[in-house]
């Protein structure tokens, strides 16, 4: 068991250690309530800001297009200021379209044209990628611990998958954020302890310790390398 821990330990050091010193990382693949503005066509010198002008849009490390993020607390009225090229622009964000956990709009620089609201692929592509993200990790801590049995493997996906779903559809489906980090906190300290009872209760390999440890272990890794993948992605 030690050996197993062991490399399970350093698989998650090195992925965690990247994470920390290159993007933000949040809780099983989910990051906090925010705004989200994707640029196209962006200029190299775009900023965005509130309509005040107190407070300034992050700028997001993204694989492709250009990506801001207002998070919780940061006011922005409903409105964003774009200033670039020497000329600023003001754009209004209607309320009923920016309402709920994950807020987003796109700006087509170009044209000038904002969309605010979230397409309608978004939402359970983001769910399908971040129960990915979980699956893909953990399967890796999964094989480290020496699981190998096809009922261990079936239990393992299925326990993960209803979880995972059931975390990303809350999430995405909040309207009130006030206490959002809260409950995402409480939700995932739930789900460690479901997968470890279940992992107990019907894994058929290792000692209920060592299955204990690999959930807490899986789970942890998730929150870091998984939120630190999610983050990656252009949309």
Request: glycine share 4%; charged share 15%; proline share 3%.
């Amino acid at each position: 068991m030690i050996k197993r821990v062991y490399g399970a330990i350093i698989f998650i050091a090195v992925f965690i250690f990247t994470a920390v010193f290159s993007v933000p990382v949040y809780a099983n693949s989910t990051a906090p309530p925010s705004l989200t503005i994707v640029v196209l066509n962006a200029p190299d010198d775009i900023e965005i800001y509130s309509a005040d002008g107190n407070e300034k849009a992050h700028r997001e490390f993204s694989l492709s297009d250009t990506l801001f993020r207002f998070y919780e607390g940061e006011t922005f009225q409903n409105a964003i200021v774009i200033r670039a090229e020497g000329r600023e622009t003001l754009f209004e964000l209607p309320a009923e379209n920016i309402s709920g956990y994950d807020k987003y709009a796109v700006l087509d620089y170009k044209t000038m044209e904002l969309s605010v609201g979230q397409p309608a692929w978004r939402a359970p592509l983001l769910i399908f990628l971040r129960v990915s993200f979980t699956l893909i990790i953990e399967g890796v801590i999964f094989l480290l611990f020496g699981f190998r049995t096809k009922r261990d493997a079936a239990v393992f996906l299925t326990i993960n998958i209803l979880t995972q779903a059931a975390l990303n559809v809350i999430i995405l489906t909040e309207t009130n954020t006030a206490f959002l980090m809260v409950e995402l906190i409480f939700l995932e300290i739930i789900i460690f302890i479901i997968e470890a009872v279940a992992y107990c209760l019907i894994f058929t390999e290792r000692s209920k310790a060592e299955r204990v440890v690999f959930s807490f272990i899986a789970n942890l890794a998730s929150l870091f390398i998984g939120g630190a993948a999610i983050y990656l992605l252009p949309f």
